[in-house]
DNA sequence: ATTAGGG
DNA sequence: CCCTAAT
C-alpha cells in the first residue's frame, strides 16, 4: 500500500535518515495528507482543484508549508507548520490545519456528482491494486509498506477512529481524530455527512515531530507566532508578495527544487518524476506510479528558503484573514498557484495551457471580487449621521443609557459663516469606535474573562493597524490627495454628512473566538449579545447602512449596549458618523475554521470545592483508592457536570498537599483537621498498596 | 477515553 | 485549572 514517509527516506542506512535530516533542519512539523480519489474526470468536472492541483505538483517546500498534488487520481497534499520550541499549541494548530486540508480535499471528493460514484470506486480499487502490485514487484524487500498508516477505502466505513503516534522521531505527539465523519466535517460548508462513507475517498495521513534544537534559528516566519499569527498564515503569505515570483517560481528555482526532490526518491523513480515534470496527461499512469511512491519529504534549496526568509520579513507577512483559523485548501493552492493577481506566472516553462487554466481558477474562484466586495462592504457599514442626530445625542445623554453616540456641542469651526475658504476646519473626535469585533465566549465565563477577552480581541484590532476611512454623504472618499474642497468635504464652510470610520489595515479578520453558548458581538454600531448560533453568516444585523440618520438611529437605540465606545466628531455642522467595518469574509469562513482560533481558549471558570464535595472526594478514594479517577467521578460526583475526573484527580493532589502544610499555609475555605487527617490515612494507605502491587508484578 | 504528572 | 504524554 502506501508507503510511510519515514520508510520511505530510511533507505539511507548511515546514521539518521535524510527524513530525519530534513525535519530537524526545518524545524518544524511536517504533515502528509493524501487523498484518494478514483475520478480522473473530476478536474473537468471540478476545474477549481484539478487545474491547480495539476499545476502543483511540484513540491514547493521552504519554512512553512508544502502542498503537492499530483495530477492522478489520487491527490496529496503537505502542509508543514513550524513550530516553536515546546510549542504545543503549534502542534495542535497545526494538527487543525492538516485537518482542514484534508477536510477540504475530502469535500472537494464529495462534491462529485454521483453518477461518478461507482466509476471512482472501481478505479480506486484498481488504482490501489496497481499500487499494491507496484509495490510488491519493485520494492517489496524494503520496508516502505505500513499497513498502519495507511486507511484503505474498505476500512472506512469501519473506522470511527484513527489515531497515528509517529514512532518514527522520537516523537511524543500523538494526533487522534475522533472520527472519519469529524474529519468530512472540517471541511465545514457543504459537507455532506450522507455521502462520506459513500465516497471512495481514502485518506491517511502522518505526523512526524521534527527536533527543534535550536529556537534561535527558526525560520523568521515562525516569529510571527509571536503576534498570535498561526506560523502557516505567516508562511503563506509569502507568496502574496508583490515582487516577482519569478524570483521564486522560475525555471531554475523550480528545477533546482526538483531536482532535491528526485534526490530523496529512489532513484529508480527518477524518470517517473521527470516525466511528470514533461507532461501532465500522456504520462498518466507513471505520475501515478510517481505518486504512490513519493514517500520523502522535500528538502528545501537553501537558495530557496534564504528567499523566503527574506521575504517574509517584508510587510507582507500577514495573510489574508481567511487563513487564519485554519487554512482552507482552497486558500492555500490559492496561494500556492498564486492566481490572486499579483503573481500571474508562476511557471516560465512555456506551457501554455497554464494561462488558460490559470484564467479558469480566476474567474471560479473570483478571490479579487470577494476581497474587494469586503471592502466595499466594509465602507458600506460606515454610519452616517447628520445633524438631525443631535436631538437624539441630547436625548441619550440626558438619560445616559443607551447611547452609542455622543456628538460635542460645540462648534469646532467658529468661521464657518465668514466665507474663508483658507479657514482651518476643527474636528474633535472625542473617541473612535472600534471595528467590529466577534467574540464568544461562554456563559458561564466570569466578567473578568469577558473584559480580557474582549481586550485581546480590541488589541488584535488595533495591532492590525487601522485605516481611517472618510464617508462624504455615504460615499467613501477614495481619493486622497484632493483637498477638502476639491472633495467638497468642506464646501462654504460647511461639512456635510462628513462621517469617520475605522477599517482594518489589511483586509483581514480579526480572529474572533468562540467557544460558548453566547456571543458578544460587536456589530457596526455596538457591541451586542446575541444567542448562541450555529450559523455561518455573522453579518451584523445592519442591512442598510447609508440610508439616512434616522433608520441609523434607530438602529443605535434598538441594540443593546454594553460598551457605549463612541466615535465623536464634531464640526460646524455637527455632521457625524459612526465607523464600522464590516468583515465580510466572516460570512464566508466556516464556523468550524473560526472555531478553530484557540489564540485566546476560554479558561474553565474556578469552582473551588466546597467541604462536601471534599467529604465525598475522600469517601470515594478511601473506597476505590487513587488512581480510579473515573470511577470515582462515577461514584462521587456523577451528577457534578463540572467536575472531571482530572478535577477529581487535581483535588486529590491538592488536598494532599494541604493536609501536609501548616494550617498557615493553607488557603480557602478552611477544612476540618478531621478530614484532612483522613486524607493523609488514605494517601498512605493506597501508596503503600500501590508499592506493594508494584513489588509483585516485579517479582 | 483515562491516567499520571508537571506547570 | 491547564496541558500533555502515555496508555
Redesign the pocket.
Known amino acids: 500500500m502506501l508507503p510511510r514517509v519515514s520508510d520511505r527516506t530510511d533507505t539511507d542506512r548511515s546514521g539518521a535518515t535524510k527524513t530525519e535530516e530534513l525535519v530537524q533542519k526545518n524545524q518544524g512539523w511536517n504533515f502528509w495528507v493524501v487523498c484518494f480519489h478514483g475520478d480522473q474526470t473530476q478536474s473537468e468536472k471540478n476545474p477549481s482543484l484539478k487545474d491547480m492541483v495539476s499545476q502543483t505538483r511540484l513540491e514547493y517546500g521552504f519554512n512553512g508549508y508544502q502542498v503537492p498534488v499530483f495530477p492522478r487520481a489520487s491527490r496529496s497534499a503537505r502542509v508543514r507548520v513550524p513550530i516553536r520550541k515546546k510549542?504545543?499549541?503549534s502542534?495542535?494548530r497545526a494538527f487543525e490545519i492538516l485537518v482542514s486540508v484534508a477536510g477540504e480535499l475530502l469535500r472537494e471528493s464529495n462534491s462529485v456528482p454521483e453518477d461518478q460514484q461507482n466509476a471512482r470506486k472501481s478505479l480506486v480499487l484498481k488504482e490501489q491494486e496497481d499500487e499494491r502490485q507496484s509495490l510488491k514487484c519493485n520494492i517489496s524487500d524494503q520496508e516502505t509498506c505500513d499497513e498502519k498508516t495507511f486507511i484503505s477505502y474498505h476500512q472506512i466505513d469501519t473506522l470511527n477512529k484513527f489515531?497515528y503516534?509517529p514512532d518514527r522521531f522520537n516523537?511524543?505527539?500523538?494526533a487522534?481524530l475522533?472520527s472519519f465523519d469529524q474529519l468530512a466535517n472540517v471541511s465545514g460548508r457543504n459537507a455532506n455527512p450522507s455521502a462520506e462513507l459513500d465516497i471512495s475517498s481514502v485518506v491517511s495521513w502522518e505526523i512526524s515531530e521534527g527536533k527543534v534544537e535550536d529556537a534561535g534559528t527558526e525560520p523568521s516566519i515562525i516569529r510571527t507566532s509571536k503576534s498570535e499569527t498561526p506560523p502557516l498564515t505567516g508562511s503563506l503569505d509569502v507568496l502574496q508578495m508583490d515582487s516577482s515570483p519569478s524570483d521564486i517560481f522560475c525555471s531554475d528555482s523550480k528545477a533546482s527544487m526538483f531536482k532535491d526532490w528526485i534526490t530523496l526518491c529512489p532513484s529508480r523513480h527518477s524518470d517517473t518524476i521527470e516525466s511528470v515534470n514533461r507532461d501532465d496527461d500522456k504520462n498518466y499512469n507513471r505520475c501515478t506510479q510517481a505518486a504512490t511512491t513519493l514517500k520523502t519529504f522535500r528538502l528545501p534549496s537553501n537558495a530557496a528558503d534564504q528567499r523566503i526568509k527574506n521575504l517574509s520579513s517584508s510587510r507582507h507577512w500577514r495573510v489574508s484573514p481567511n487563513l487564519n483559523g485554519g487554512a482552507s485548501f482552497r486558500n492555500v493552492l490559492a496561494h500556492v498557484t498564486g492566481y490572486d493577481g499579483k503573481r500571474r506566472m508562476i511557471f516560465h516553462d512555456g506551457r501554455t495551457s497554464y494561462s488558460r487554466q490559470r484564467s479558469k481558477r480566476i474567474s471560479s474562484f473570483k478571490r479579487k471580487d470577494f476581497f474587494n466586495q469586503r471592502q466595499f462592504t466594509g465602507s458600506d457599514r460606515g454610519f452616517q449621521f447628520d445633524n438631525r442626530f443631535n436631538h437624539a445625542d441630547k436625548r441619550s445623554d440626558g438619560d445616559n443609557s443607551s447611547a452609542a453616540i455622543r456628538v460635542g456641542s460645540s462648534i469646532a469651526s467658529p468661521h464657518s459663516h465668514l466665507g474663508s475658504r483658507e479657514r482651518n476646519v476643527k474636528l474633535r473626535i472625542k473617541s473612535f469606535k472600534v471595528p467590529e469585533l466577534l467574540v464568544e465566549i461562554p456563559t458561564t465565563a466570569t466578567v473578568g474573562s469577558l473584559k480580557r477577552t474582549v481586550m485581546e480581541a480590541v488589541s488584535t484590532a488595533l495591532g492590525d493597524g487601522l485605516h481611517v476611512g472618510i464617508l462624504l454623504q455615504g460615499k467613501k472618499v477614495r481619493e486622497d490627495s484632493k483637498t477638502l474642497l476639491q472633495t467638497g468635504i468642506s464646501r462654504d464652510g460647511k461639512h456635510r454628512n462628513l462621517g469617520f470610520m475605522l477599517e482594518p489595515g489589511h483586509p483581514q479578520i480579526i480572529p474572533p473566538l468562540c467557544l460558548g453558548e453566547q456571543r458578544i458581538t460587536r456589530n457596526a454600531t455596538s457591541f451586542t449579545i446575541e444567542p448562541g448560533t450555529s450559523g455561518v453568516s455573522h453579518v451584523p444585523p445592519v442591512t442598510s447602512c447609508n440610508n439616512g440618520a434616522e433608520s441609523d438611529l434607530h438602529l443605535v437605540s434598538s441594540l443593546p449596549n454594553i460598551s457605549a465606545n463612541t466615535i465623536t466628531l464634531l464640526n460646524s455642522q455637527s455632521v457625524l458618523s459612526i465607523p464600522a467595518i464590516s468583515v465580510g469574509a466572516l460570512a464566508v469562513v466556516p464556523i468550524h475554521h473560526r472555531a478553530r482560533c484557540r489564540e485566546f481558549?476560554?479558561?474553565?471558570?474556578?469552582?473551588?470545592?466546597s467541604v462536601s464535595e471534599v467529604e465525598a472526594l475522600v469517601q470515594a478514594v478511601e473506597k476505590l483508592g487513587?488512581?480510579?479517577?473515573?470511577?470515582v467521578?462515577l461514584r462521587a460526583f456523577d451528577n457534578a457536570k463540572?467536575?472531571t475526573?482530572?478535577?477529581l484527580?487535581?483535588?486529590w493532589?491538592?488536598l494532599v498537599h494541604t493536609a501536609r502544610i501548616s494550617p498557615q499555609q493553607r488557603r480557602g475555605e478552611p477544612l476540618p483537621q478531621e478530614l484532612l487527617d483522613r486524607v493523609l490515612a488514605v494517601h498512605a494507605y493506597w501508596s503503600q498498596q500501590q508499592a506493594k502491587q508494584l513489588l509483585e508484578s516485579g517479582v
Open positions: 510549542s504545543g499549541n502542534q495542535r489515531s503516534a516523537s511524543k505527539a500523538c487522534t475522533k481558549v476560554q479558561r474553565r471558570i474556578r469552582r473551588p470545592f487513587t488512581g480510579r479517577w473515573r470511577d467521578k463540572h467536575r475526573y482530572v478535577d484527580k487535581d483535588k493532589k491538592t
